[in-house]
């Protein structure tokens, strides 16, 4: 596609809820990546994927959250049982290669209530 | 991890006046971008500048990596630049690292 694709764009889920939020990268982009931004800050890293394979997910806050890229295109990043802690907007984002130029998809803003 | 500072963190400007952002990073950087997030919360890409000097209509960045500092030059604002700008740095890794950001009011 043009450029990066996010669903959800919102997400309220209840507290102890599972969810799943979807990156669709630009077409032919190997890096993938996953920050979350919370309100009135800057973007944190959470993982990085090559391709199908993550390399990193020291971001990653704690064992409930989990991110898959099977097929080396679209992403998925789920949390299990969510706490009030993970509201935020989760964004992703996709370059041709590591260290290039990164572009952002939309966002997925997740409320836990 | 390399630390990015971005000032002001706030700006009020009129219509039609010029302005620059500033932001410092701790180390050398392989690449440099300037995103502006818009009010819908998506990071639209400004620059890619780890170096030199580029212009896009009424914005221009310059980096000077080896003073570890870029600035993006705002000129004529209009309304719709209102938001927050931020830097976001990539050292000797892949992870982008951003600074806190500007919020700036661009009010006619």
């Known amino acids: 596609g043009a450029g990066v694709s996010q669903s959800p764009r919102y997400k309220v889920a209840k507290r102890g809820q599972d969810v799943a939020l979807r990156c669709d990268p630009i077409?032919?982009?190997?890096?993938l990546f996953w920050y979350q931004q919370a309100l009135g800050q800057g973007p944190e890293f959470l993982t990085y994927?090559?391709?199908?394979?993550?390399?990193?997910k020291s971001g990653l806050p704690s064992d409930r959250f989990f991110a898959e890229r099977p097929e080396g295109s679209v992403s998925t990043l789920k949390i299990q049982r969510t706490q009030q802690e993970d509201s935020a907007v989760y964004l992703c984002?996709?370059?041709?290669?590591?260290?290039?130029?990164?572009?952002f998809g939309q966002g997925t803003r997740l409320t836990v209530v | 991890g390399i630390q990015v500072e971005q000032s002001p963190p706030d700006l009020i400007l009129q219509e039609g006046a010029n302005s620059t952002l500033r932001c410092n990073f701790s180390?050398?950087?392989?690449?440099l971008q300037w995103f502006h997030q818009n009010p819908w919360g998506q990071l639209i890409n400004l620059f890619y500048i780890p170096s030199g000097t580029k212009q896009n209509g009424r914005l221009s960045a310059t980096t000077v990596a080896t003073e570890r500092y870029s600035l993006l030059y705002i000129s004529s604002s209009q309304t719709t630049d209102s938001g927050v700008y931020f830097c976001a740095v990539i050292s000797n890794d892949y992870k982008l690292s951003f600074g806190a950001g500007t919020t700036v009011t661009v009010r006619a």
């Open positions: 180390d050398s950087v392989n690449n």
């Open positions: 077409s032919g982009h190997v890096s």
């Open positions: 994927f090559q391709n199908e394979a993550q390399l990193d």
């Open positions: 984002a996709s370059s041709l290669a590591r260290r290039l130029e990164a572009f």
